[in-house]
């Protein structure tokens, strides 16, 4: 499972997508399979959060994660949107 973030925007303020942070947390899987969290510092390019091995029939694995976005000292006040991708192959 990957996750990748657009840059934070407020019309012409920004704030990088890599002020943001992902923690997996817990994961929960049914069927018999190894699953490894990795909490990352997002980006606009995909990486890795989620991987499964040792996958045997039919598996599922869900979790919440959490977005911890750490707004600059120097930002201008506003609403911010940005849009999380998570992929799953």
Do not use: R
Request: hydrophobic letters at 35%; charged letters at 10%; zero cysteines.
């Amino acid at each position: 499972m990957t996750a990748a973030e657009t840059d934070f925007v407020n019309g012409p303020s920004t704030i990088p997508a890599t002020d943001a942070d992902y923690a997996v947390g817990s994961v929960t899987t049914t069927g018999v399979i190894t699953v490894t969290p990795t909490d990352v510092t997002l980006s606009n390019s995909s990486q890795t959060v989620l991987t499964g091995s040792a996958g045997v029939g039919d598996n599922t694995a869900t979790w919440d994660p959490t977005v911890t976005v750490h707004v600059p000292a120097s930002a201008v006040g506003g609403v911010y949107t940005g849009t999380l991708t998570q992929s799953v192959a």
